[in-house]
Structures are given as structure tokens and as C-alpha cells.
């Protein structure tokens, strides 16, 4: 059963979720600069300035590839936490795969959102393309995102209180 615990005597997985908190709560504030982004750009689209939209496209597209390399790191945490209680099962039963199964399905929908949004950022549209739906559909990607971050924050609220109850043991 040492496998659980780190160094600290905290339970390994309750570390893991921590750190889990400390990445949602940079994944929001990246949500953050991503709005003030796309109301950027919203208002160069609005005002066909083609030169200022090519570099707040590239700067969207680097924050959106931030923000999956970010996401990625929750998912890698997920699996960690699920193969330490596979590999602790016979000792551990934890009442959690509830919450770590929509912490997936919350993540693989931040992902399919992110990847959405840089698909069409690559793409590299023209004005127009932009105005007549895609900026739109980007917009939705964000509050899609967004509204999953908060469901995997509840999750994490959760997790937090079981994986804290195993440093009681």
C-alpha cells in the first residue's frame, strides 16, 4: 500500500489532486486572457483590420495550444490517480470513479472544444469566413469550455474530500 502515500505521508493520489486544483485554476485564468483575446479580435473582425488579424490569430492559436498542453497534464493525472488504485485495489476502495469518470468525460470535452477552435485558427480564414460564422462558433467553443471547467472543478471539489479522508487512516 505504499505506493499511496508520498514522501509527506499525504496520500500520493491526494497530492495529485492538488496539484489537479492548482492546473484548473491556471486553466481559468488562461480562459481569462482567451476572452479578452477573442474580444480582441471580435473588434478587428468587426473592423476588417486584416494586418492586426493575422497576429491576434497567432496569438489566439499559441494561447489555445497552451491551454490543450495544460488540459493534457490533467488528463496524464487522471490516469496516474487510476493506476495507483488499480494497482492498490486489494487495499483501497475508494468511492471515487464517479467523479474521476466525468472528470475525464469534462476533460475530453475541454480537449474537443480547444481542438475545434485551433483547427479553425490553422485554417487561417479569410474576414469574412469570420464573420459570417466562425468567430461565432469559436465564441461557443469558449463558454463550452468554460461551463466543463466548472463541472471538473466540482468533480475536483469531491475528490479532494475523499482523497483527504485516506490521510485520517
Known amino acids: 500500500?505504499?505506493?499511496?502515500?508520498?514522501?509527506?505521508?499525504?496520500?500520493?493520489?491526494?497530492?495529485?489532486?492538488?496539484?489537479?486544483?492548482m492546473i484548473n485554476e491556471q486553466i481559468g485564468?488562461?480562459?481569462i486572457q482567451l476572452e479578452k483575446h477573442l474580444s480582441d479580435f471580435?473588434?478587428?473582425?468587426?473592423?476588417?483590420q486584416l494586418l492586426e488579424k493575422e497576429d491576434e490569430a497567432d496569438d489566439l492559436l499559441k494561447s489555445?495550444?497552451?491551454?490543450?498542453e495544460t488540459t493534457s497534464a490533467l488528463m496524464i493525472d487522471v490516469e496516474k490517480i487510476q493506476n495507483i488504485e488499480l494497482q492498490e485495489k486489494k487495499y483501497l476502495l475508494l468511492n471515487d470513479e464517479l467523479?474521476?469518470?466525468?472528470?475525464?468525460?469534462?476533460?475530453?470535452?475541454?480537449r474537443a472544444?480547444?481542438?475545434?477552435?485551433?483547427a479553425i485558427l490553422k485554417g487561417r480564414p479569410s474576414?469574412?469566413?469570420?464573420?459570417?460564422?466562425?468567430?461565432?462558433?469559436?465564441?461557443?467553443k469558449v463558454s463550452e469550455i468554460k461551463a466543463a471547467l466548472q463541472r471538473l472543478r466540482d468533480d475536483d471539489?469531491?475528490?479532494?474530500?475523499?482523497?483527504?479522508?485516506?490521510?485520517n487512516l
Open 1 to 21: 500500500m505504499k505506493n499511496i502515500f508520498s514522501k509527506s505521508k499525504k496520500p500520493h493520489i491526494y497530492s495529485i489532486e492538488i496539484n489537479d486544483t
Open 157 to 167: 471539489e469531491k475528490l479532494n474530500y475523499i482523497y483527504a479522508s485516506l490521510s
Open 127 to 140: 474576414v469574412k469566413e469570420y464573420k459570417q460564422e466562425l468567430l461565432e462558433i469559436m465564441l461557443k
Open 64 to 68: 489555445f495550444l497552451l491551454l490543450r
Open 99 to 110: 467523479f474521476l469518470e466525468d472528470k475525464k468525460k469534462q476533460l475530453e470535452t475541454i
Open 113 to 118: 472544444n480547444i481542438d475545434a477552435v485551433i
Open 29 to 31: 485564468r488562461l480562459l
Open 42 to 48: 471580435r473588434r478587428i473582425i468587426e473592423k476588417d
